[in-house]
Protein backbone atom coordinates (compact mmCIF):
# COMPACT_ATOMS: atom_id res chain seq x y z
CA UNK A 1 0.00 0.00 0.00
CA UNK A 2 1.04 3.54 -0.22
CA UNK A 3 3.09 5.00 2.46
CA UNK A 4 3.15 9.13 3.28
CA UNK A 5 6.10 10.14 5.09
CA UNK A 6 5.81 13.98 6.77
CA UNK A 7 9.08 16.49 7.97
CA UNK A 8 9.50 18.06 9.95
CA UNK A 9 7.70 16.25 13.58
CA UNK A 10 7.56 19.99 15.05
CA UNK A 11 8.18 23.85 13.42
CA UNK A 12 8.28 26.96 14.84
CA UNK A 13 8.78 29.93 13.35
CA UNK A 14 8.11 33.98 14.51
CA UNK A 15 4.96 35.59 13.53
CA UNK A 16 5.30 36.76 9.49
CA UNK A 17 7.93 34.21 8.32
CA UNK A 18 7.25 31.25 5.87
CA UNK A 19 6.37 27.94 7.33
CA UNK A 20 7.28 24.62 4.68
CA UNK A 21 5.90 21.47 5.63
CA UNK A 22 7.08 18.36 3.44
CA UNK A 23 5.77 15.09 2.63
CA UNK A 24 6.57 11.90 0.23
CA UNK A 25 4.78 9.07 -0.92
CA UNK A 26 5.58 5.94 -2.32
CA UNK A 27 2.44 4.42 -4.84
CA UNK A 28 3.26 6.68 -8.25
CA UNK A 29 -0.71 5.86 -8.80
CA UNK A 30 -1.43 8.60 -6.10
CA UNK A 31 -3.49 10.85 -7.46
CA UNK A 32 -5.07 13.43 -4.68
CA UNK A 33 -3.08 15.01 -2.07
CA UNK A 34 -5.19 17.14 0.49
CA UNK A 35 -3.96 18.99 3.35
CA UNK A 36 -6.12 18.82 6.80
CA UNK A 37 -5.35 21.32 10.14
CA UNK A 38 -6.35 20.04 13.58
CA UNK A 39 -6.61 22.84 16.14
CA UNK A 40 -5.86 21.87 19.63
CA UNK A 41 -8.96 19.31 20.51
CA UNK A 42 -10.67 19.58 17.34
CA UNK A 43 -11.50 17.27 14.63
CA UNK A 44 -9.01 17.95 11.13
CA UNK A 45 -10.13 20.48 8.49
CA UNK A 46 -9.59 20.35 5.06
CA UNK A 47 -7.37 23.57 3.95
CA UNK A 48 -6.25 23.01 0.77
CA UNK A 49 -5.68 19.96 -1.87
CA UNK A 50 -3.86 19.30 -5.11
CA UNK A 51 -4.98 16.65 -7.92
CA UNK A 52 -1.94 15.10 -9.93
CA UNK A 53 -2.72 16.86 -13.07
CA UNK A 54 -1.76 20.31 -11.17
CA UNK A 55 1.40 21.43 -10.13
CA UNK A 56 0.45 24.16 -7.74
CA UNK A 57 -2.12 25.77 -5.91
CA UNK A 58 -2.54 28.64 -3.88
CA UNK A 59 -5.84 29.85 -1.57
CA UNK A 60 -4.39 33.41 -0.36
CA UNK A 61 -1.50 32.63 2.32
CA UNK A 62 -1.71 28.64 1.83
CA UNK A 63 0.16 26.88 -1.11
CA UNK A 64 0.82 23.49 -1.92
CA UNK A 65 3.37 21.74 -4.57
CA UNK A 66 3.10 18.72 -5.99
CA UNK A 67 6.42 16.75 -8.09
CA UNK A 68 4.99 13.63 -9.24
CA UNK A 69 8.16 12.71 -10.81
CA UNK A 70 9.92 12.80 -7.47
CA UNK A 71 6.87 12.23 -5.15
CA UNK A 72 6.78 14.28 -2.92
CA UNK A 73 4.65 17.45 -2.17
CA UNK A 74 4.73 20.61 0.46
CA UNK A 75 2.51 22.85 2.01
CA UNK A 76 3.91 26.77 2.12
CA UNK A 77 2.39 29.28 4.47
CA UNK A 78 3.78 32.95 3.75
CA UNK A 79 2.87 35.97 6.77
CA UNK A 80 1.93 33.42 9.26
CA UNK A 81 -0.30 33.96 11.85
CA UNK A 82 -0.48 33.14 15.74
CA UNK A 83 -3.91 31.38 14.52
CA UNK A 84 -1.97 29.56 12.34
CA UNK A 85 -0.71 27.28 15.10
CA UNK A 86 -1.95 23.64 14.73
CA UNK A 87 -1.05 20.27 13.72
CA UNK A 88 -0.86 19.52 9.96
CA UNK A 89 -1.39 16.29 8.00
CA UNK A 90 -0.79 15.26 4.79
CA UNK A 91 -2.52 12.84 2.91
CA UNK A 92 -2.17 10.98 -0.40
CA UNK A 93 -5.02 8.99 -1.61
CA UNK A 94 -3.59 5.76 -2.92
CA UNK A 95 -4.13 4.78 -6.51
CA UNK A 96 -4.12 0.78 -6.20
CA UNK A 97 -6.89 1.15 -3.35
CA UNK A 98 -9.83 3.49 -4.25
CA UNK A 99 -11.05 6.22 -2.38
CA UNK A 100 -8.66 5.13 1.01
CA UNK A 101 -6.46 8.48 2.26
CA UNK A 102 -3.06 7.48 3.45
CA UNK A 103 -2.23 10.24 6.76
CA UNK A 104 1.36 11.62 7.36
CA UNK A 105 2.23 11.50 10.85
CA UNK A 106 1.47 15.03 11.34
CA UNK A 107 3.65 18.62 11.78
CA UNK A 108 3.00 20.61 15.08
CA UNK A 109 3.18 23.98 14.10
CA UNK A 110 4.06 27.07 16.47
CA UNK A 111 3.77 30.44 15.34
CA UNK A 112 5.40 32.80 18.20
CA UNK A 113 4.07 36.81 18.18
CA UNK B 1 -26.12 19.88 7.16
CA UNK B 2 -25.30 17.01 10.05
CA UNK B 3 -21.91 15.51 8.27
CA UNK B 4 -20.67 13.02 10.40
CA UNK B 5 -21.68 12.51 13.94
CA UNK B 6 -19.97 10.48 16.79
CA UNK B 7 -21.73 9.63 19.88
CA UNK B 8 -20.55 9.77 22.61
CA UNK B 9 -17.88 12.76 22.98
CA UNK B 10 -16.23 11.16 26.05
CA UNK B 11 -16.36 8.33 27.51
CA UNK B 12 -14.66 6.31 30.36
CA UNK B 13 -14.12 2.65 30.76
CA UNK B 14 -12.98 -0.11 32.97
CA UNK B 15 -10.60 -2.80 31.93
CA UNK B 16 -12.76 -5.47 30.54
CA UNK B 17 -15.30 -3.52 29.56
CA UNK B 18 -16.72 -3.51 26.01
CA UNK B 19 -18.51 -0.42 24.56
CA UNK B 20 -19.76 0.62 20.50
CA UNK B 21 -18.76 4.10 19.32
CA UNK B 22 -21.31 5.20 16.96
CA UNK B 23 -20.84 6.88 13.98
CA UNK B 24 -23.17 8.22 11.11
CA UNK B 25 -23.11 10.38 8.12
CA UNK B 26 -26.10 12.21 6.01
CA UNK B 27 -23.84 12.72 3.16
CA UNK B 28 -24.65 9.43 1.09
CA UNK B 29 -20.61 8.55 1.52
CA UNK B 30 -19.55 4.97 0.28
CA UNK B 31 -16.20 5.49 2.14
CA UNK B 32 -15.85 5.57 6.15
CA UNK B 33 -12.72 4.99 7.95
CA UNK B 34 -11.96 4.71 12.18
CA UNK B 35 -8.84 6.70 13.42
CA UNK B 36 -7.29 6.66 16.48
CA UNK B 37 -5.22 8.90 17.76
CA UNK B 38 -3.03 9.43 21.03
CA UNK B 39 -1.40 11.87 22.23
CA UNK B 40 0.46 14.42 20.18
CA UNK B 41 0.68 11.32 17.56
CA UNK B 42 -1.12 11.38 14.16
CA UNK B 43 -3.87 9.29 12.65
CA UNK B 44 -3.47 5.62 12.82
CA UNK B 45 -6.43 4.18 10.50
CA UNK B 46 -8.37 1.08 12.65
CA UNK B 47 -10.49 -0.07 10.27
CA UNK B 48 -12.34 0.99 7.12
CA UNK B 49 -15.23 0.47 4.82
CA UNK B 50 -15.96 1.08 0.99
CA UNK B 51 -19.85 0.67 1.25
CA UNK B 52 -22.36 -1.29 3.05
CA UNK B 53 -21.28 -4.87 3.51
CA UNK B 54 -17.95 -4.31 2.92
CA UNK B 55 -15.14 -3.70 5.44
CA UNK B 56 -11.50 -4.08 6.25
CA UNK B 57 -8.86 -3.81 8.40
CA UNK B 58 -6.35 -1.08 8.79
CA UNK B 59 -3.06 -0.32 10.51
CA UNK B 60 -3.77 -0.91 13.83
CA UNK B 61 -7.19 -3.64 14.29
CA UNK B 62 -6.48 -5.27 16.95
CA UNK B 63 -9.12 -5.10 20.01
CA UNK B 64 -11.32 -3.77 17.54
CA UNK B 65 -14.34 -5.10 15.63
CA UNK B 66 -16.73 -2.81 13.11
CA UNK B 67 -19.60 -3.65 10.77
CA UNK B 68 -21.62 -1.42 7.90
CA UNK B 69 -25.06 -2.85 7.75
CA UNK B 70 -26.32 0.50 6.01
CA UNK B 71 -24.34 3.41 4.17
CA UNK B 72 -24.66 5.73 7.04
CA UNK B 73 -23.64 3.71 9.89
CA UNK B 74 -19.89 2.36 10.88
CA UNK B 75 -20.00 2.06 14.45
CA UNK B 76 -17.22 0.68 16.11
CA UNK B 77 -16.75 -2.16 18.85
CA UNK B 78 -13.96 -2.20 21.30
CA UNK B 79 -14.16 -6.07 23.51
CA UNK B 80 -12.47 -6.22 26.43
CA UNK B 81 -10.74 -3.00 26.76
CA UNK B 82 -7.77 -2.00 27.67
CA UNK B 83 -5.54 0.58 29.00
CA UNK B 84 -3.60 0.93 25.80
CA UNK B 85 -6.75 1.24 24.01
CA UNK B 86 -6.70 5.12 25.91
CA UNK B 87 -7.16 7.57 22.53
CA UNK B 88 -8.72 9.92 21.01
CA UNK B 89 -11.26 8.16 18.26
CA UNK B 90 -12.21 9.87 14.55
CA UNK B 91 -15.12 8.58 12.50
CA UNK B 92 -14.39 10.30 8.84
CA UNK B 93 -16.43 9.76 5.56
CA UNK B 94 -15.71 10.62 2.00
CA UNK B 95 -17.74 9.95 -1.04
CA UNK B 96 -14.76 7.76 -2.73
CA UNK B 97 -14.76 9.02 -5.87
CA UNK B 98 -11.55 11.17 -7.55
CA UNK B 99 -10.16 14.14 -6.08
CA UNK B 100 -12.50 13.94 -2.58
CA UNK B 101 -12.25 15.59 0.72
CA UNK B 102 -12.65 13.48 3.72
CA UNK B 103 -15.12 14.69 6.58
CA UNK B 104 -14.31 14.16 9.59
CA UNK B 105 -16.30 14.00 12.70
CA UNK B 106 -15.64 15.35 16.55
CA UNK B 107 -13.55 12.49 18.01
CA UNK B 108 -14.82 10.64 21.07
CA UNK B 109 -12.32 10.79 23.63
CA UNK B 110 -11.90 6.85 25.44
CA UNK B 111 -9.82 6.53 28.56
CA UNK B 112 -9.70 3.19 29.94
CA UNK B 113 -8.86 2.63 33.47
Known amino acids: GENVEQHPSTLSVQEGDSAVIKCTYSDSASNYFPWYKQELGKRPQLIIDIRSNVGEKKDQRIAVTLNKTAKHFSLHITETQPEDSAVYFCAAKGGSTLGRLYFGRGTQLTVWP | ?113
Open chain 2, 1 to 113: NAGVTQTPKFRILKIGQSMTLQCTQDMNHNYMYWYRQDPGMGLKLIYYSVGAGITDKGEVPNGYNVSRSTTEDFPLRLELAAPSQTSVYFCASSSGGQNTEAFFGQGTRLTVV
